[in-house]
């Protein structure tokens, strides 16, 4: 673990819920910010709760509920990613509810850091996959017959997995814990002793490369393809929108809406380097922004139902199969626990007599 003076920590970069930790006052001192903190725990037990129950009976349909197709094959990965995340939310939440402190470890700092990034980075590849997918099985229907098929796309998610894993890593290099004001504090350690300015170097590369590749190259690419798509459906009658592609539009535009603030005070982060005009709004904006982008991870299997009559209808159909079996074998246990109490108990004496006679 590190320690280090106050002069320095000032001078250290903060991701990931590290705004709203403390405020500095005129007096030298630190003030928590309740308000923030309740809020941020409360979005993350929400999410916690509904990411798992939700996208674990996605998984479960789209793995063993349903015909195994390209598309439930993007659904059930993008399930996967969002379904990890939220795994390991509690450790965050116990990092709210103690104001901050970090009990956890280095490994576990830098763990859980990286699946955080990398459920960002699988969430919005797989997303911009669907994307060009619907655009690909609608438009350019010869080609979608003769190359779309399961086998190619389980291979396209172990390249997203595999490059989700690689725009991760820096969270395993860099993620530190320091011992700061009485607490541990996980955070993301840019300093070079030998050279100062790669703090800034370092910072400026990560977020830049999370708003490029994680946002806009993938914004870019999803708004391309719409727009075609809304053209050839303009101009010819063959193309037909139908419900799936309905419910992949609404979760693209839950995943912008929930991380284009994030991504807005990252950016705006990079100014802190030079002034500390928006320290106050960073304080009170990034909690927020990173618990909206943290809430994203439960909203998917929502709108599925909400949106999707199959899929409600599936849903609907495993949860009565799932009820009747268990009150069907909950029945058996107390029709097998009354004939039991309704035999005769016999004592080991009485046993041998009536075996001998």
């Known amino acids: 673990m590190m320690a280090q003076e106050d002069g320095d920590y000032v001078n250290d970069t903060y991701e990931y819920m590290e705004y709203g930790y403390v405020e500095e006052t005129k007096a030298g001192g630190y003030t928590q910010r309740e308000t923030l903190h309740i809020i941020s725990a409360i979005i993350y037990s929400l999410a916690f709760t509904l990411g798992v129950i939700g996208n674990g009976m996605v998984i479960w349909v ?160 999803i708004t391309i393809s719409g727009v075609l798509l809304a053209i050839k459906m303009r101009q010819s009658d063959s193309v037909r929108v139908n419900s799936f592609s309905r419910t992949v539009s609404a979760v693209i535009l839950a995943f912008f809406l929930c991380w284009v603030p994030f991504h807005t005070f990252s950016l705006m982060e990079l100014s802190m380097h030079h002034t500390t005009y928006l320290h106050s709004v960073l304080i009170v904006g990034f909690p927020l922004a990173t618990s909206l982008a943290f809430f994203n991870s439960c909203v998917n299997p929502i709108l599925y139902v909400l949106l999707t009559k199959k899929v409600r209808k599936l849903v609907r159909k495993s949860f009565l199969n799932f009820t009747k079996n268990s009150l069907r074998e909950l029945s058996q246990s107390v029709s097998a626990t009354e004939l039991d109490s309704a035999l005769p108990s016999f004592s080991p004496e009485e046993t041998t007599a009536n075996s001998c006679v």
């Open 62 to 221: 789209t793995a063993f509920k349903s015909k195994r197709t390209v598309n439930s094959i993007w659904l059930q990965n993008l399930a996967i990613a969002d379904f990890v995340f939220v795994l390991f939310l509690p450790f965050s939440i116990d990092y709210v509810l103690r104001d901050f402190h970090w009990i956890f470890g280095k490994m576990m700092c830098k763990l859980n850091s990286f699946v955080c990034t990398m459920n960002m980075y699988a969430s919005v590849l797989f997303l911009t996959v669907l994307s060009l997918d619907r655009y690909i099985s609608l438009v350019h229907l010869n080609w979608s017959e003769r190359y779309r098929n399961v086998r190619r796309a389980w291979w396209v998610c172990a390249l997203i997995w595999f490059t989700s894993f690689c725009l991760s890593s820096p969270a395993l290099i860099f993620r530190d814990v320091i011992e700061h004001n009485e607490k541990v504090v996980c955070f993301n350690n840019f300093h070079d002793e030998d050279n100062k300015h790669m703090l800034v170097v370092r910072h400026i590369a990560m977020v830049s490369l999370r708003t490029i590749v994680g946002f806009l190259l993938p914004f870019a690419t």
